[in-house]
């Protein structure tokens, strides 16, 4: 299976800093990379698709780049409601789809 | 408005069978491009993809539980049935379904989810 790896696995931010979170994949992906975000004892909400298309309804501070291996979550502008866990995910090998371990984004 | 909804026990004993239903409203599962899956995610930990089917019936499993896993729909009901034999302490965990939208996304993305079930297993 390939396997994802996130970087930072804990990140701890301020309300208006920029922050970046690294998914990166144990082979090429082409684009099918999605960002999940999940606070706790929710369900996980999708943000980005497609590396880089954002989800309807989700706030354009979030952002996605990267194809092959190597993506990134940007969110521009720190939010207090942005304090989660987010995790990436691979399509690209369907049915074999996996999750990245997430990145725990706190104060 | 598209919701979906797990149901079933919130305790089962180790070897039993775990039988979960996701009820949804707000699409159909015979609309092409339409599928809904399955995900589960011990505490604390990370999430794990469990099955999937699509609008054409088609099923896909996690390799390393496709001989424990059966995922069925009822589109009359709009009910996806997951069941998950000999069940064991270590896949106790948080199960979800989800809604993709192939067409829409290009891809089987996960972009409506349930809140969840709470699944314990244990003597």
């Known amino acids: 299976d390939i396997q994802l790896t996130q970087s930072p696995s804990f990140l701890s931010a301020s309300v208006g800093d920029r922050v970046t979170i690294t998914c990166r994949a144990s082979?090429?992906?082409?684009?099918?990379l999605a960002w999940y975000q999940q606070k706790p004892g929710k369900a996980p909400k999708l943000l980005i698709y497609g590396a880089s298309t954002l989800q309807n309804g989700v706030p354009s501070r979030f952002s996605g780049s990267g194809s092959e291996t190597d993506f990134t979550l940007t969110i521009s502008s720190l939010q207090p409601e942005d304090y989660a866990t987010y995790y990436c995910?691979?399509?690209?090998?369907?049915?074999?789809?996996?999750f990245g371990p997430g990145t725990k984004v706190d104060i | 408005q598209v919701t979906l909804r797990e149901s079933g026990p919130a305790l089962v004993k180790p070897t039993q069978t775990l039988t979960l239903t996701c009820t949804f409203s707000?699409?159909?599962?015979?609309?092409?491009?339409?599928?809904v899956t399955w995900i589960r995610q011990p505490p604390g930990k990370a999430l794990e993809w469990l099955a999937l089917?699509?609008?054409?019936?088609?099923?896909y499993y996690r390799t390393s539980l496709e001989t424990r896993l059966t995922i069925s729909k009822d589109t009359s009901k709009n009910q996806v049935v997951l069941t998950m034999t000999n069940m064991d302490p270590v896949d106790t965990a948080t199960y979800y379904c989800a809604r993709s939208d192939f067409y829409t996304t290009g891809s089987y993305y996960f972009d409506y989810w349930g809140q969840g079930i709470l699944v314990t297993v244990s003597s």
């Open positions: 707000g699409f159909s599962l015979s609309t092409s491009g339409m599928c």
């Open positions: 995910q691979q399509l690209n090998s369907f049915p074999r789809i996996t």
């Open positions: 082979q090429d992906i082409n684009i099918y």
């Open positions: 089917i699509d609008w054409d019936d088609d099923k």
